[in-house]
Protein backbone atom coordinates (compact mmCIF):
# COMPACT_ATOMS: atom_id res chain seq x y z
CA UNK A 1 0.00 0.00 0.00
CA UNK A 2 0.82 3.03 -0.79
CA UNK A 3 2.08 6.06 1.90
CA UNK A 4 -1.48 6.68 3.43
CA UNK A 5 -0.83 10.62 2.63
CA UNK A 6 -0.43 10.55 -0.72
CA UNK A 7 -3.21 7.92 -1.47
CA UNK A 8 -6.18 9.73 -3.01
CA UNK A 9 -9.95 10.08 -1.80
CA UNK A 10 -10.89 7.08 -3.41
CA UNK A 11 -7.99 5.23 -2.28
CA UNK A 12 -8.89 5.74 1.36
CA UNK A 13 -12.30 5.53 1.36
CA UNK A 14 -11.96 2.10 -0.08
CA UNK A 15 -9.00 0.84 2.76
CA UNK A 16 -11.77 2.08 5.04
CA UNK A 17 -14.23 0.23 3.46
CA UNK A 18 -12.12 -2.95 3.32
CA UNK A 19 -10.39 -2.79 6.71
CA UNK A 20 -6.97 -2.26 5.62
CA UNK A 21 -7.24 1.16 7.14
CA UNK A 22 -8.75 2.83 10.32
CA UNK A 23 -10.12 6.48 10.94
CA UNK A 24 -7.40 6.85 13.68
CA UNK A 25 -4.45 5.39 11.42
CA UNK A 26 -5.46 7.76 8.36
CA UNK A 27 -5.74 10.89 10.42
CA UNK A 28 -2.62 10.72 12.49
CA UNK A 29 -1.25 10.21 9.22
CA UNK A 30 -2.47 13.65 7.91
CA UNK A 31 -1.80 15.09 11.07
CA UNK A 32 1.58 13.72 11.35
CA UNK A 33 2.83 15.47 7.91
CA UNK A 34 1.20 18.79 8.71
CA UNK A 35 3.10 19.12 11.96
CA UNK A 36 5.81 18.88 9.97
CA UNK A 37 5.01 21.22 6.68
CA UNK A 38 4.44 24.27 8.93
CA UNK A 39 6.52 26.31 6.66
CA UNK A 40 3.86 26.26 3.84
CA UNK A 41 2.10 27.62 6.91
CA UNK A 42 -1.96 26.18 5.10
CA UNK A 43 -3.16 26.29 8.57
CA UNK A 44 -5.05 29.13 10.38
CA UNK A 45 -6.66 26.75 13.26
CA UNK A 46 -6.08 22.82 13.81
CA UNK A 47 -8.74 20.68 14.75
CA UNK A 48 -6.05 17.80 15.67
CA UNK A 49 -6.91 16.76 18.73
CA UNK A 50 -10.78 16.58 18.53
CA UNK A 51 -10.08 14.93 15.00
CA UNK A 52 -8.28 12.15 16.55
CA UNK A 53 -11.03 11.75 19.40
CA UNK A 54 -13.47 11.81 16.62
CA UNK A 55 -11.82 8.68 14.40
CA UNK A 56 -11.53 6.95 17.58
CA UNK A 57 -14.93 7.33 18.10
CA UNK A 58 -15.82 6.17 14.39
CA UNK A 59 -13.46 3.22 14.71
CA UNK A 60 -15.54 1.77 18.16
CA UNK A 61 -18.49 1.54 15.68
CA UNK A 62 -17.87 2.59 12.06
CA UNK A 63 -20.59 3.35 9.61
CA UNK A 64 -19.13 1.89 6.06
CA UNK A 65 -22.08 3.09 4.42
CA UNK A 66 -20.90 6.46 4.91
CA UNK A 67 -19.32 8.38 1.16
CA UNK A 68 -16.89 9.70 3.32
CA UNK A 69 -16.67 7.10 6.13
CA UNK A 70 -13.78 8.12 9.02
CA UNK A 71 -12.10 10.53 6.38
CA UNK A 72 -10.41 13.51 7.71
CA UNK A 73 -11.05 16.94 5.61
CA UNK A 74 -9.61 20.26 6.49
CA UNK A 75 -11.08 23.17 5.01
CA UNK A 76 -11.12 26.86 3.67
CA UNK A 77 -11.63 29.33 6.33
CA UNK A 78 -14.52 30.92 5.00
CA UNK A 79 -16.70 28.01 6.36
CA UNK A 80 -18.38 28.47 9.61
CA UNK A 81 -18.17 25.60 12.22
CA UNK A 82 -19.87 24.99 14.74
CA UNK A 83 -17.23 25.41 17.54
CA UNK A 84 -14.14 26.07 15.47
CA UNK A 85 -12.97 29.74 15.20
CA UNK A 86 -13.76 30.75 11.48
CA UNK A 87 -11.84 33.94 10.40
CA UNK A 88 -12.27 34.09 6.85
CA UNK A 89 -8.43 35.52 6.87
CA UNK A 90 -9.09 38.12 8.47
CA UNK A 91 -8.69 40.44 12.08
CA UNK A 92 -11.89 41.07 11.97
CA UNK A 93 -12.92 37.82 12.85
CA UNK A 94 -9.79 36.74 14.84
CA UNK A 95 -11.37 35.55 17.45
CA UNK A 96 -14.73 34.70 16.08
CA UNK A 97 -16.43 31.15 17.00
CA UNK A 98 -19.19 30.39 15.16
CA UNK A 99 -22.68 28.80 16.88
CA UNK A 100 -23.88 27.26 13.63
CA UNK A 101 -22.64 24.96 10.97
CA UNK A 102 -22.27 26.04 7.07
CA UNK A 103 -25.13 23.50 5.01
CA UNK A 104 -21.83 22.33 3.17
CA UNK A 105 -19.85 21.42 6.08
CA UNK A 106 -22.06 19.64 7.94
CA UNK A 107 -23.21 17.68 4.57
CA UNK A 108 -19.27 16.78 5.04
CA UNK A 109 -19.40 15.56 8.59
CA UNK A 110 -22.97 14.34 7.96
CA UNK A 111 -21.18 11.57 5.55
CA UNK A 112 -18.74 10.18 8.26
CA UNK A 113 -15.88 13.12 7.61
CA UNK A 114 -13.23 14.50 10.40
CA UNK A 115 -12.79 18.60 10.21
CA UNK A 116 -8.94 18.14 10.58
CA UNK A 117 -8.94 22.05 10.96
CA UNK A 118 -9.23 25.36 9.27
CA UNK A 119 -7.24 26.53 5.91
CA UNK A 120 -5.33 29.86 4.99
CA UNK A 121 -7.32 31.72 2.30
CA UNK A 122 -7.41 35.62 1.02
CA UNK A 123 -8.81 38.35 3.77
CA UNK A 124 -12.72 37.86 2.80
CA UNK A 125 -11.32 35.57 -0.43
CA UNK A 126 -10.34 39.07 -2.45
CA UNK A 127 -7.55 37.99 -4.03
CA UNK A 128 -5.55 35.36 -6.32
CA UNK A 129 -2.43 34.35 -4.83
CA UNK A 130 -3.27 34.25 -0.43
CA UNK A 131 -1.02 37.13 0.07
CA UNK A 132 -3.77 39.33 1.71
CA UNK A 133 -4.74 37.05 4.66
CA UNK A 134 -3.69 38.30 7.74
CA UNK A 135 -2.76 35.09 8.90
CA UNK A 136 0.44 35.42 6.43
CA UNK A 137 0.77 33.85 2.78
CA UNK A 138 1.06 30.23 2.12
CA UNK A 139 3.88 28.98 -0.07
CA UNK A 140 2.73 26.61 -3.11
CA UNK A 141 4.36 23.20 -2.46
CA UNK A 142 5.46 23.23 -6.23
CA UNK A 143 8.17 25.72 -5.64
CA UNK A 144 9.52 27.85 -2.79
CA UNK A 145 8.72 31.47 -2.67
CA UNK A 146 5.94 30.77 -5.22
CA UNK A 147 2.05 31.62 -4.73
CA UNK A 148 -0.58 29.12 -4.57
CA UNK A 149 -2.95 31.08 -6.31
CA UNK A 150 -6.19 32.62 -4.54
CA UNK A 151 -8.17 32.93 -2.73
CA UNK A 152 -8.31 29.04 -1.92
CA UNK A 153 -4.49 28.92 -1.49
CA UNK A 154 -4.47 27.37 1.86
CA UNK A 155 -6.18 24.58 0.45
CA UNK A 156 -5.25 24.12 -3.05
CA UNK A 157 -1.52 24.10 -1.02
CA UNK A 158 -2.94 21.67 1.52
CA UNK A 159 -4.66 19.13 -1.59
CA UNK A 160 -1.06 19.23 -3.58
CA UNK A 161 0.81 18.52 -0.23
CA UNK A 162 -0.65 15.70 0.90
CA UNK A 163 -2.11 17.70 4.06
CA UNK A 164 -5.79 16.62 3.35
CA UNK A 165 -6.95 13.99 1.39
CA UNK A 166 -9.54 16.42 -0.33
CA UNK A 167 -10.89 20.13 0.39
CA UNK A 168 -13.82 22.52 -0.24
CA UNK A 169 -13.26 26.05 -1.16
CA UNK A 170 -15.20 28.88 -2.54
CA UNK A 171 -15.14 30.72 -5.73
CA UNK A 172 -16.43 33.79 -6.24
CA UNK A 173 -14.60 34.88 -9.39
CA UNK A 174 -11.96 31.86 -10.25
CA UNK A 175 -10.83 31.07 -6.12
CA UNK A 176 -11.04 27.12 -6.84
CA UNK A 177 -9.74 27.17 -10.11
CA UNK A 178 -6.92 29.36 -10.40
CA UNK A 179 -5.31 27.89 -6.78
CA UNK A 180 -5.90 24.20 -8.21
CA UNK A 181 -4.15 25.18 -11.35
CA UNK A 182 -1.26 26.95 -9.91
CA UNK A 183 -0.69 23.53 -7.94
CA UNK A 184 -1.81 21.15 -10.43
CA UNK A 185 -4.67 19.92 -8.59
CA UNK A 186 -8.40 19.56 -9.64
CA UNK A 187 -11.11 22.04 -8.59
CA UNK A 188 -14.87 22.61 -9.14
CA UNK A 189 -17.18 25.33 -9.24
CA UNK A 190 -20.25 24.01 -9.37
CA UNK A 191 -23.60 26.05 -10.98
CA UNK A 192 -24.72 29.03 -8.89
CA UNK A 193 -27.52 27.76 -6.76
CA UNK A 194 -26.45 24.08 -6.34
CA UNK A 195 -24.07 24.47 -3.00
CA UNK A 196 -25.84 26.29 -0.37
CA UNK A 197 -24.07 29.75 0.67
CA UNK A 198 -25.69 29.28 4.17
CA UNK A 199 -22.70 29.69 6.69
CA UNK A 200 -20.44 30.73 4.32
CA UNK A 201 -18.69 34.57 5.00
CA UNK A 202 -20.00 36.39 2.42
CA UNK A 203 -18.31 38.04 -0.49
CA UNK A 204 -20.24 38.31 -3.89
CA UNK A 205 -23.60 36.92 -2.93
CA UNK A 206 -24.37 36.52 -6.91
CA UNK A 207 -21.02 35.12 -7.43
CA UNK A 208 -20.21 33.03 -4.60
CA UNK A 209 -20.16 28.95 -5.20
CA UNK A 210 -18.70 26.27 -3.16
CA UNK A 211 -17.23 23.30 -4.28
CA UNK A 212 -14.55 20.20 -4.41
CA UNK A 213 -10.85 20.93 -4.36
CA UNK A 214 -8.99 17.46 -5.04
CA UNK A 215 -6.27 15.35 -6.67
CA UNK A 216 -8.44 13.97 -9.51
CA UNK A 217 -10.95 14.33 -11.44
CA UNK A 218 -13.14 10.79 -9.43
CA UNK A 219 -12.32 12.46 -6.07
CA UNK A 220 -13.75 15.82 -7.40
CA UNK A 221 -16.99 13.53 -8.12
CA UNK A 222 -17.04 11.73 -4.79
CA UNK A 223 -17.04 15.40 -3.72
CA UNK A 224 -19.66 17.09 -5.43
CA UNK A 225 -22.01 14.47 -4.46
CA UNK A 226 -21.94 15.04 -0.83
CA UNK A 227 -21.55 18.99 -1.12
CA UNK A 228 -24.07 19.57 -3.33
CA UNK A 229 -27.44 19.54 -2.03
CA UNK A 230 -30.91 21.77 -1.94
CA UNK A 231 -31.45 23.88 1.35
CA UNK A 232 -34.27 25.77 2.26
CA UNK A 233 -31.48 28.37 4.60
CA UNK A 234 -30.05 29.76 1.19
CA UNK A 235 -32.87 31.82 -0.71
CA UNK A 236 -31.45 31.14 -4.26
CA UNK A 237 -30.49 27.19 -3.69
CA UNK A 238 -31.96 25.43 -6.66
CA UNK A 239 -34.28 22.47 -6.14
CA UNK A 240 -33.30 19.92 -8.98
CA UNK A 241 -31.88 16.29 -8.80
CA UNK A 242 -28.90 15.84 -8.50
CA UNK A 243 -26.78 12.77 -9.78
CA UNK A 244 -24.41 10.41 -8.67
CA UNK A 245 -21.95 11.93 -9.80
CA UNK A 246 -19.15 9.43 -9.22
CA UNK A 247 -21.28 6.56 -10.00
CA UNK A 248 -22.29 8.26 -13.22
CA UNK A 249 -19.08 9.24 -14.12
CA UNK A 250 -17.44 8.12 -17.48
CA UNK A 251 -14.52 8.53 -19.67
CA UNK A 252 -17.34 8.08 -22.72
CA UNK A 253 -17.28 11.61 -24.53
CA UNK A 254 -17.78 10.10 -28.31
CA UNK A 255 -19.70 12.43 -30.00
CA UNK A 256 -19.76 15.55 -27.13
CA UNK A 257 -19.28 18.72 -29.09
CA UNK A 258 -16.56 20.75 -27.47
CA UNK A 259 -16.04 25.00 -28.42
CA UNK A 260 -12.65 26.53 -28.11
CA UNK A 261 -13.56 30.08 -27.47
CA UNK A 262 -11.15 32.08 -29.55
CA UNK A 263 -11.78 35.18 -27.32
CA UNK A 264 -9.08 33.38 -24.91
CA UNK A 265 -6.63 33.72 -26.67
CA UNK A 266 -5.46 36.65 -25.27
CA UNK A 267 -2.32 38.97 -25.65
CA UNK A 268 1.59 38.12 -24.42
CA UNK A 269 -0.25 34.49 -23.51
CA UNK A 270 2.61 32.49 -23.13
CA UNK A 271 3.11 30.03 -25.83
CA UNK A 272 3.31 27.01 -23.48
CA UNK A 273 -0.12 27.75 -22.62
CA UNK A 274 -1.27 28.24 -26.80
CA UNK A 275 0.60 24.46 -26.86
CA UNK A 276 -1.47 23.23 -23.88
CA UNK A 277 -4.94 24.44 -25.09
CA UNK A 278 -4.03 22.86 -28.55
CA UNK A 279 -2.65 19.18 -26.34
CA UNK A 280 -6.36 19.50 -24.86
CA UNK A 281 -8.30 20.17 -28.04
CA UNK A 282 -6.43 16.74 -29.95
CA UNK A 283 -6.64 14.32 -26.76
CA UNK A 284 -10.86 15.62 -26.83
CA UNK A 285 -10.88 14.84 -30.20
CA UNK A 286 -8.55 11.32 -29.90
CA UNK A 287 -11.30 10.39 -27.08
CA UNK A 288 -14.24 10.98 -30.19
CA UNK A 289 -15.45 14.18 -29.42
CA UNK A 290 -16.20 17.02 -32.10
CA UNK A 291 -14.01 20.60 -32.09
CA UNK A 292 -16.35 23.43 -32.88
CA UNK A 293 -14.74 27.22 -33.08
CA UNK A 294 -17.10 29.20 -31.19
CA UNK A 295 -16.83 33.30 -30.57
CA UNK A 296 -17.86 34.70 -27.30
CA UNK A 297 -17.48 37.96 -28.18
CA UNK A 298 -18.14 40.04 -24.42
CA UNK A 299 -15.32 38.12 -22.99
CA UNK A 300 -12.94 41.47 -23.05
CA UNK A 301 -15.42 42.66 -20.77
CA UNK A 302 -15.98 40.39 -18.24
CA UNK A 303 -13.71 41.30 -15.51
CA UNK A 304 -13.98 45.15 -15.59
CA UNK A 305 -17.86 44.29 -14.95
CA UNK A 306 -16.48 41.28 -12.59
CA UNK A 307 -15.08 44.50 -10.66
CA UNK A 308 -18.07 46.78 -10.21
CA UNK A 309 -20.24 43.69 -9.48
CA UNK A 310 -18.41 42.09 -6.81
CA UNK A 311 -17.16 45.16 -5.04
CA UNK A 312 -20.96 46.41 -4.70
CA UNK A 313 -22.15 42.97 -3.47
CA UNK A 314 -18.99 43.01 -1.45
CA UNK A 315 -19.61 47.33 0.26
CA UNK A 316 -22.98 45.50 1.15
CA UNK A 317 -22.13 42.13 2.38
CA UNK A 318 -19.14 43.64 4.63
CA UNK A 319 -21.27 46.17 6.04
CA UNK A 320 -22.22 44.06 8.97
CA UNK A 321 -18.76 44.31 10.23
CA UNK A 322 -19.04 47.10 12.68
CA UNK A 323 -17.69 45.96 15.97
CA UNK A 324 -20.91 45.39 17.51
CA UNK A 325 -22.40 42.00 17.86
CA UNK A 326 -19.22 40.19 16.95
CA UNK A 327 -15.85 40.16 15.78
CA UNK A 328 -12.74 43.13 16.46
CA UNK A 329 -13.61 45.82 18.30
CA UNK A 330 -11.71 49.25 18.50
CA UNK A 331 -13.25 51.42 21.26
CA UNK A 332 -13.77 55.07 20.13
CA UNK A 333 -15.36 58.24 21.63
CA UNK A 334 -18.65 57.54 20.29
CA UNK A 335 -20.45 55.26 18.11
CA UNK A 336 -19.43 56.75 14.22
CA UNK A 337 -15.95 56.57 15.69
CA UNK A 338 -16.27 53.33 16.90
CA UNK A 339 -17.37 52.27 13.38
CA UNK A 340 -14.34 53.90 11.61
CA UNK A 341 -11.80 52.27 13.79
CA UNK A 342 -12.94 48.88 14.20
CA UNK A 343 -13.37 48.78 10.31
CA UNK A 344 -9.83 50.21 9.44
CA UNK A 345 -7.66 48.73 11.74
CA UNK A 346 -10.05 45.53 11.27
CA UNK A 347 -9.76 45.38 7.58
CA UNK A 348 -6.46 44.86 5.63
CA UNK A 349 -5.58 46.86 2.67
CA UNK A 350 -7.11 45.05 -0.74
CA UNK A 351 -10.52 44.25 1.40
CA UNK A 352 -10.39 48.08 2.02
CA UNK A 353 -9.63 48.66 -1.52
CA UNK A 354 -12.45 47.09 -2.63
CA UNK A 355 -15.24 48.25 -0.31
CA UNK A 356 -14.57 51.79 -1.58
CA UNK A 357 -14.74 50.71 -4.79
CA UNK A 358 -18.33 49.17 -3.93
CA UNK A 359 -19.17 52.14 -2.23
CA UNK A 360 -18.51 53.92 -5.06
CA UNK A 361 -20.12 52.26 -7.73
CA UNK A 362 -23.16 52.29 -5.49
CA UNK A 363 -22.98 56.14 -4.59
CA UNK A 364 -25.95 58.68 -5.19
CA UNK A 365 -25.20 59.65 -8.91
CA UNK A 366 -22.91 56.72 -9.88
CA UNK A 367 -24.98 54.15 -9.41
CA UNK A 368 -26.24 54.09 -13.44
CA UNK A 369 -22.90 54.89 -14.47
CA UNK A 370 -21.07 52.07 -12.99
CA UNK A 371 -23.74 49.23 -11.11
CA UNK A 372 -26.58 49.60 -14.03
CA UNK A 373 -24.11 49.12 -16.46
CA UNK A 374 -22.70 46.26 -15.17
CA UNK A 375 -25.88 44.55 -14.84
CA UNK A 376 -26.35 45.09 -18.37
CA UNK A 377 -23.05 43.97 -19.60
CA UNK A 378 -23.00 40.84 -17.55
CA UNK A 379 -26.52 40.20 -19.42
CA UNK A 380 -24.42 40.30 -22.24
CA UNK A 381 -21.85 37.93 -21.51
CA UNK A 382 -24.54 35.57 -19.80
CA UNK A 383 -26.47 35.47 -23.56
CA UNK A 384 -23.13 35.00 -25.02
CA UNK A 385 -22.67 31.52 -23.22
CA UNK A 386 -26.14 31.04 -23.93
CA UNK A 387 -25.72 31.12 -27.87
CA UNK A 388 -22.38 28.72 -27.66
CA UNK A 389 -24.37 26.71 -25.71
CA UNK A 390 -27.30 26.29 -28.35
CA UNK A 391 -24.18 24.60 -30.60
CA UNK A 392 -21.59 22.72 -28.16
CA UNK A 393 -22.20 20.62 -25.21
CA UNK A 394 -19.01 22.16 -23.56
CA UNK A 395 -16.12 24.88 -23.66
CA UNK A 396 -12.58 24.34 -23.40
CA UNK A 397 -9.78 27.24 -22.37
CA UNK A 398 -6.98 27.21 -20.28
CA UNK A 399 -7.78 27.86 -16.64
CA UNK A 400 -5.28 30.84 -16.38
CA UNK A 401 -3.13 33.38 -18.23
CA UNK A 402 0.25 32.15 -16.53
CA UNK A 403 1.71 29.74 -14.30
CA UNK A 404 2.30 30.56 -10.57
CA UNK A 405 4.43 33.41 -9.59
CA UNK A 406 6.50 34.89 -7.16
CA UNK A 407 5.52 35.65 -3.33
CA UNK A 408 5.36 39.40 -3.90
CA UNK A 409 5.43 39.60 -7.45
CA UNK A 410 1.80 41.63 -8.23
CA UNK A 411 1.15 42.72 -4.53
CA UNK A 412 1.83 46.53 -5.50
CA UNK A 413 -0.04 46.55 -8.86
CA UNK A 414 -3.95 45.69 -8.28
CA UNK A 415 -4.78 45.10 -12.08
CA UNK A 416 -2.17 43.13 -12.97
CA UNK A 417 -3.46 40.69 -10.01
CA UNK A 418 -6.92 41.12 -10.88
CA UNK A 419 -5.80 40.27 -14.70
CA UNK A 420 -4.95 36.22 -13.30
CA UNK A 421 -8.91 35.48 -13.47
CA UNK A 422 -9.85 36.32 -16.82
CA UNK A 423 -10.10 33.01 -17.86
CA UNK A 424 -12.46 32.22 -14.78
CA UNK A 425 -14.46 35.38 -14.00
CA UNK A 426 -17.01 35.44 -17.15
CA UNK A 427 -18.08 31.89 -16.03
CA UNK A 428 -18.80 33.12 -12.08
CA UNK A 429 -21.28 36.03 -14.51
CA UNK A 430 -23.04 33.50 -16.17
CA UNK A 431 -23.41 31.00 -13.06
CA UNK A 432 -22.27 27.94 -15.08
CA UNK A 433 -20.25 24.93 -13.88
CA UNK A 434 -16.35 25.09 -14.20
CA UNK A 435 -13.83 22.48 -13.37
CA UNK A 436 -10.08 23.01 -13.86
CA UNK A 437 -7.71 19.97 -14.37
CA UNK A 438 -3.66 19.86 -14.21
CA UNK A 439 -2.65 19.63 -18.11
CA UNK A 440 0.69 20.31 -18.67
CA UNK A 441 3.99 21.93 -16.98
CA UNK A 442 5.65 25.06 -18.07
CA UNK A 443 9.45 25.93 -18.53
CA UNK A 444 10.06 25.98 -14.80
CA UNK A 445 8.13 22.78 -14.42
CA UNK A 446 5.15 24.53 -12.94
CA UNK A 447 1.58 23.32 -13.59
CA UNK A 448 -0.75 24.96 -15.68
CA UNK A 449 -4.56 23.65 -16.24
CA UNK A 450 -7.41 23.45 -18.48
CA UNK A 451 -10.67 24.98 -17.80
CA UNK A 452 -14.22 22.41 -18.90
CA UNK A 453 -17.06 24.95 -18.67
CA UNK A 454 -20.52 23.65 -18.88
CA UNK A 455 -24.44 23.96 -19.19
CA UNK A 456 -26.08 25.27 -15.70
CA UNK A 457 -26.63 22.11 -13.90
CA UNK A 458 -23.97 19.92 -16.64
CA UNK A 459 -21.65 18.95 -13.59
CA UNK A 460 -21.74 15.22 -14.82
CA UNK A 461 -21.19 16.13 -18.62
CA UNK A 462 -17.65 18.40 -17.71
CA UNK A 463 -16.53 15.76 -14.87
CA UNK A 464 -16.72 12.80 -17.55
CA UNK A 465 -14.67 14.93 -20.07
CA UNK A 466 -12.53 16.04 -17.51
CA UNK A 467 -12.13 12.73 -16.71
CA UNK A 468 -11.61 11.74 -20.19
CA UNK A 469 -8.95 14.52 -21.15
CA UNK A 470 -6.99 13.50 -17.93
CA UNK A 471 -6.93 9.86 -18.16
CA UNK A 472 -4.79 11.09 -21.65
CA UNK A 473 -2.99 13.85 -19.82
CA UNK A 474 -1.47 11.48 -17.36
CA UNK A 475 -0.38 14.39 -15.45
CA UNK A 476 2.43 13.53 -12.57
CA UNK A 477 2.91 16.35 -9.89
CA UNK A 478 6.33 15.75 -8.54
CA UNK A 479 6.58 17.62 -5.88
CA UNK A 480 9.92 17.57 -4.02
CA UNK A 481 8.40 17.48 -0.27
CA UNK A 482 11.14 20.81 0.25
CA UNK A 483 9.70 22.28 3.25
CA UNK A 484 9.11 19.08 5.63
CA UNK A 485 10.96 19.61 8.86
CA UNK A 486 11.51 16.97 11.46
CA UNK B 1 -12.62 60.58 -15.15
CA UNK B 2 -10.69 60.71 -12.13
CA UNK B 3 -11.00 60.36 -8.80
CA UNK B 4 -9.39 63.69 -6.51
CA UNK B 5 -8.38 63.24 -2.72
CA UNK B 6 -11.91 64.75 -1.80
CA UNK B 7 -14.03 61.96 -3.40
CA UNK B 8 -11.77 59.48 -1.64
CA UNK B 9 -12.55 60.67 1.75
CA UNK B 10 -16.13 61.33 0.97
CA UNK B 11 -16.17 57.28 -0.19
CA UNK B 12 -14.29 56.41 3.45
CA UNK B 13 -16.85 58.45 5.06
CA UNK B 14 -19.64 56.57 3.46
CA UNK B 15 -18.06 53.26 4.11
CA UNK B 16 -17.18 54.31 7.60
CA UNK B 17 -13.73 53.70 7.39
CA UNK B 18 -11.46 56.19 8.36
CA UNK B 19 -7.98 56.61 6.58
CA UNK B 20 -5.63 59.19 6.87
CA UNK B 21 -3.65 61.86 4.26
CA UNK B 22 -1.21 58.83 3.20
CA UNK B 23 -3.55 56.03 2.83
CA UNK B 24 -5.94 58.79 0.96
CA UNK B 25 -2.96 59.32 -1.55
CA UNK B 26 -2.24 56.03 -1.98
CA UNK B 27 -5.92 55.14 -2.16
CA UNK B 28 -6.63 57.73 -4.98
CA UNK B 29 -4.18 55.90 -7.27
CA UNK B 30 -5.19 52.56 -6.74
CA UNK B 31 -9.00 53.54 -7.53
CA UNK B 32 -7.98 55.57 -10.29
CA UNK B 33 -5.82 52.64 -11.89
CA UNK B 34 -9.08 50.50 -11.55
CA UNK B 35 -11.75 52.82 -12.48
CA UNK B 36 -9.64 53.33 -15.97
CA UNK B 37 -9.87 49.77 -16.35
CA UNK B 38 -13.24 49.54 -15.64
CA UNK B 39 -14.29 52.61 -18.18
CA UNK B 40 -13.53 49.95 -21.17
CA UNK B 41 -17.46 49.34 -20.33
CA UNK B 42 -18.34 52.39 -21.41
CA UNK B 43 -17.13 51.31 -25.28
CA UNK B 44 -20.35 48.84 -25.74
CA UNK B 45 -23.90 50.25 -25.94
CA UNK B 46 -26.44 48.84 -23.75
CA UNK B 47 -29.56 50.92 -24.48
CA UNK B 48 -31.95 48.11 -25.32
CA UNK B 49 -30.26 45.55 -22.84
CA UNK B 50 -32.27 44.34 -19.58
CA UNK B 51 -30.03 44.62 -16.76
CA UNK B 52 -29.44 41.14 -14.82
CA UNK B 53 -29.89 41.12 -11.24
CA UNK B 54 -30.00 37.36 -10.97
CA UNK B 55 -28.40 34.53 -12.24
CA UNK B 56 -31.07 32.19 -10.84
CA UNK B 57 -34.26 32.46 -13.08
CA UNK B 58 -36.48 31.86 -10.45
CA UNK B 59 -38.57 34.18 -8.10
CA UNK B 60 -37.98 33.80 -4.73
CA UNK B 61 -39.18 30.89 -2.55
CA UNK B 62 -42.11 31.82 -0.10
CA UNK B 63 -41.99 30.01 3.60
CA UNK B 64 -43.80 30.08 6.79
CA UNK B 65 -43.01 32.54 9.23
CA UNK B 66 -42.07 30.22 11.96
CA UNK B 67 -39.87 30.06 15.21
CA UNK B 68 -37.23 27.39 14.80
CA UNK B 69 -34.40 28.65 17.09
CA UNK B 70 -35.26 29.31 20.81
CA UNK B 71 -33.17 30.18 23.76
CA UNK B 72 -30.18 31.18 21.30
CA UNK B 73 -29.66 34.68 23.42
CA UNK B 74 -26.39 33.04 25.28
CA UNK B 75 -25.90 31.70 21.58
CA UNK B 76 -25.87 35.37 20.18
CA UNK B 77 -24.47 37.18 22.91
CA UNK B 78 -21.02 34.65 22.55
CA UNK B 79 -19.16 36.56 20.02
CA UNK B 80 -19.79 40.15 21.49
CA UNK B 81 -16.83 42.10 22.06
CA UNK B 82 -18.16 43.87 25.27
CA UNK B 83 -21.00 42.39 26.80
CA UNK B 84 -23.33 43.38 30.06
CA UNK B 85 -25.40 39.95 30.80
CA UNK B 86 -28.22 40.05 28.05
CA UNK B 87 -27.20 43.35 25.79
CA UNK B 88 -24.62 44.40 23.47
CA UNK B 89 -22.64 47.48 24.65
CA UNK B 90 -21.81 50.45 22.58
CA UNK B 91 -20.64 53.92 23.20
CA UNK B 92 -23.63 56.05 24.20
CA UNK B 93 -25.48 57.34 21.36
CA UNK B 94 -28.49 59.22 23.24
CA UNK B 95 -27.43 61.64 25.97
Not at chain 1, 1 to 10: A, N, R
Not at chain 1, 159 to 171: E, F, H, K
Request: neutral net charge; hydrophobic residues 35%; glycine residues 6%.
Amino acid sequence: MSDITSQSLFELTSNIKEKKLSSEEITKAFINRAEKSRKLNVYVTDNFEKAIDQSKKFDSNPNLDFKLPGIPIAVKDLFCTNGVRTTAGSKILNNFVPTYESTVTQNLWSQGAILLGKLNCDEFAMGSSNETSFFGNVQNPVGENLVPGGSSGGSSAAVAANLTPVTIGTDTGGSIRQPASFTGTVGLKPTYGSCSRYGIVAFASSLDQAGPMTKNVRDCSMLLEVISSFDQKDSTSIDYKRNYYSKELSKDIKGKKIGIPKEYRVDNMPDEIEQLWKNGISYAKDCGAEIIDISLPHTNYALPTYYIVAPAEASSNLARYDGVKYGFRSPGQNLIEMYEKTRSEGFGDEVKRRIMIGTYVLSSGYYDAYYLKAQKVRQLIKKDFDDAFSKVDAILTPSTPSSAFKIGEKTNDPVSMYLNDIFTVPINLAGLPGISIPAGKDKNNYPLGLQVIGKPFDEQNILNISYALEDKINFKNDISDWWLSE
Amino acid sequence: MSIDLKTVKHISKLARISINDEKANKLKGDLNNIFEFIEKLNELNTDNVQALTSIAETTLRFRKDEIKSENIREKILKNSPDENKDFFVVPKVVE
